[in-house]
Nanobody, 121 residues
Framework: QVQLVESGGGLVQPGGSLRLSCAASGSIFAIYAMGWYRQAPGKQRELVANIIRGGAPNYADSVKGRFTASRDNAKNTVYLQMNSLKPEDTAVYYC???????????????WGQGTQVTVSS
């Protein structure tokens, strides 16, 4: 069974910074893409950033230049460094990973439980 465990959310003032972490554990043969989505109240879940193994990060236009995604493949962990935060960044942030559990199975998407990020003065 695969689990994604997130950490690092919280309350921050506009212009501040937060760093999110997400570690995958369990039966893992390979991890392809890892990344972050967010969902604000009354809105659809949207991609924030993701990284395909061996590739460069891909960002939503709204966070380019402010957020930086990175991966530590040895630790099966993905990070999201969020700088210059704005009130409109307020949302529940979800970790997502495309994982293959064994050589006998195909890859599927897994989700973390979500972590709240609130940007407010």
């Amino acid at each position: 069974q695969v689990q994604l465990v997130e950490s690092g959310g919280g309350l921050v003032q506009p212009g501040g910074s937060l760093r999110l972490s997400c570690a995958a554990s369990g039966s893992i043969f390979a991890i392809y893409a890892m990344g972050w989505y967010r969902q604000a109240p009354g809105k659809q879940r949207e991609l924030v950033a993701n990284i395909i193994r061996g590739g460069a990060p891909n960002y939503a236009d709204s966070v380019k230049g402010r957020f930086t995604a990175s991966r530590d493949n040895a630790k099966n962990t993905v990070y999201l460094q969020m700088n210059s935060l704005k009130p409109e960044d307020t949302a529940v942030y979800y970790c997502n990973a495309n994982i293959r559990e064994s050589i006998f199975s195909g890859a599927r998407d897994y989700w973390g439980q979500g972590t709240q990020v609130t940007v407010s003065s």
